[in-house]
């Protein structure tokens, strides 16, 4: 059994910064990407960042230069360094990651999100 479980969060006033982590545990091969995803209320999931093995980053226009992700390969944990927040990226916080259970099978699993609220 995969899970991935968030930390952090929370609320901050904006321009303030805030890190959010979120490991993997269980019986796990390999993790190949990581990412995080936020859902806004009354809107769709949408992709913030991911990251490679490799540590390869891929970031949505709206966080970057705001946002970095990073991984941590030994512990099975990815991070999201959030700075210049912004209210508009309030919303739920998800984990997402690519995660090989055994040798021969892949499959994607979710955490189960954290709130991060940004004041005006």
């Known amino acids: 059994q995969v899970q991935l479980v968030e930390s952090g969060g929370g609320l901050v006033q904006a321009g303030g910064s805030l890190n959010v982590s979120c490991a993997a545990s269980?019986?796990?091969?390999?993790?190949?990407?990581m990412g995080w995803y936020r859902q806004a209320p009354g809107k769709q999931r949408e992709l913030v960042a991911t990251?490679?093995?490799?540590?390869?980053?891929h970031y949505a226009d709206s966080v970057k230069g705001r946002f970095t992700i990073s991984r941590d390969n030994a512990k099975n944990t990815v991070y999201l360094q959030m700075s210049k927040l912004k209210p508009e990226d309030t919303a739920v916080y998800y984990c997402?990651?690519?995660?090989?259970?055994?040798?021969?099978?892949?499959?994607?699993?979710w955490g189960q999100g954290t709130q991060v609220t940004v004041s005006s």
């Open positions: 269980g019986t796990i091969f390999s993790i190949n990407a």
């Open positions: 990251i490679t093995t490799a540590g390869s980053t």
């Open positions: 997402n990651a690519d995660i090989y259970p055994s040798r021969w099978h892949i499959s994607n699993y």
